[in-house]
């Protein structure tokens, strides 16, 4: 069976996310880009919704903010904290991943708002 354009999405938006490292986080919108998705961070939200696969880190996505993006089940809010904290990323009092210490920077990624955290990781290049 063929799939869709929209189950190939998918398919590469599951595969970036199973690509962040425990204790780290990636936005919606990183990894739209990463993947290459028209629609951006959106199509990302719509993916994790449609989730069946437990074995992908969906838990390790958070908004441009850093936040835990509001769900129709509130449960889940509470289960994405939980499943950070475990992992070592801990929430400010606004309910918000320092992205400066948790983004997830993926190796060979030389542009874009993903590569923030390198700054001051070594002198003149």
Known sequence: MALTPRLRSYERIYREVSR???GRVATYGQI??????????RQVGYALA???????PWH???NHKGGISPRAEPSFEA??????A??????????????????WVPRGSGSGSHTRRRRGAGGAR
């Open 86 to 103: 475990r992992e070592g990323v801990t929430l400010d009092a606004a309910g918000r991943v320092s992205l400066a210490r948790f983004r």
């Open 32 to 41: 739209a880009a990463i993947a290459g998705i028209p629609g951006g961070a």
């Open 60 to 62: 390790r996505v958070v």
């Open 79 to 84: 289960l994405q904290r939980q499943l950070l």
């Open 50 to 56: 449609a989730l069946e696969d437990t074995r992908v």
């Open 20 to 22: 962040i490292p425990r």
